[in-house]
């Protein structure tokens, strides 16, 4: 199984910084087939990126996601209010299609 | 606009069966390229893919559960389901449903569209 690790833990920062969050996988991720969920306490994960880099439907363009391999990266390029969330990876390029454990991004 | 309800127990006791429903609205789920799958979060954890089926019932399990796992799915009533044999308190999670795509032939399990979740506690 491909294990997900998310650094970091949490991000503090202010609305209008920029957000950079990492996801390195413990094995090549097959075809890039990488992903980003947003996940708002309460409410259920929203797809964000998917190929490591394709924008979602309705995704702002601040949300950019970079990255191949083993390496990948989130990037959020001016924070807004809403933005301050968990943020997980999701890997579904090996079965069992693993999931990292999350980056919290909150307020500074 | 596509909508998805998790239905079940809340509470279940050790050793008995997890029995949960995913009512699907606004789209029907004899889609040819989209898969129905089920995904859970344990408190503290990471999303844990369980498995996903296709509306000619073909399935798809995560290693890890399968053995223990039931994915059906009913095209008249439009609306899947999950069946988790002998849990434990390792099966308290909150359990969301997710529609991915896929075809009769593969299955590409990146989740864009979610049930609002459902939380099921393990305890006698």
């Known amino acids: 199984e491909i294990v997900l690790t998310q650094s970091p833990g949490t991000l503090s920062l202010s609305p209008g910084e920029r957000a950079t969050l990492s996801c390195r996988a413990s094995?090549?991720?097959?075809?890039?087939?990488l992903a980003w969920y947003q996940q708002r306490p309460g409410q259920a994960p929203r797809l964000l990126i998917y190929?490591?880099?394709s924008r979602a439907t309705g995704i702002p363009d601040r949300f950019s996601g970079s990255g191949s391999g083993t390496d990948f990266t989130l990037t959020i390029s001016r924070l807004e209010p809403e933005d301050f969330a968990v943020y997980s990876c999701?890997?579904?390029?090996?079965?069992?299609?693993?999931f990292g454990r999350g980056t919290k991004l909150e307020i500074k | 606009q596509l909508q998805l309800q998790e239905s079940g127990p809340g509470l279940v006791k050790p050793s008995e069966t997890l029995s949960l429903t995913c009512s699907v609205s606004g789209g029907s789920i004899s889609s040819r390229t989209y898969l129905w799958g089920w995904v859970r979060q344990p408190p503290g954890r990471a999303l844990e893919w369980i498995g996903s089926?296709?509306?000619?019932?073909?399935?798809y399990f995560n290693p890890s559960l399968r053995g223990r796992l039931t994915i059906s799915v009913d095209t008249s009533t439009n609306r899947f389901s999950l069946k988790v044999i002998s849990v434990s308190a390792a099966d308290t999670a909150v359990y969301y449903c997710?529609?991915?795509?896929?075809?009769?032939?593969?299955?590409?399990?990146?989740?864009?569209?979610w049930g609002q979740g459902t939380t099921v506690t393990v305890s006698s």
């Open positions: 089926i296709y509306y000619s019932g073909a399935t």
């Open positions: 094995a090549t991720v097959i075809s890039n087939y």
């Open positions: 997710a529609r991915h795509p896929g075809g009769s032939s593969y299955y590409s399990p990146v989740f864009d569209v």
């Open positions: 999701q890997q579904y390029g090996s079965s069992p299609y693993s």
């Open positions: 190929s490591a880099s």
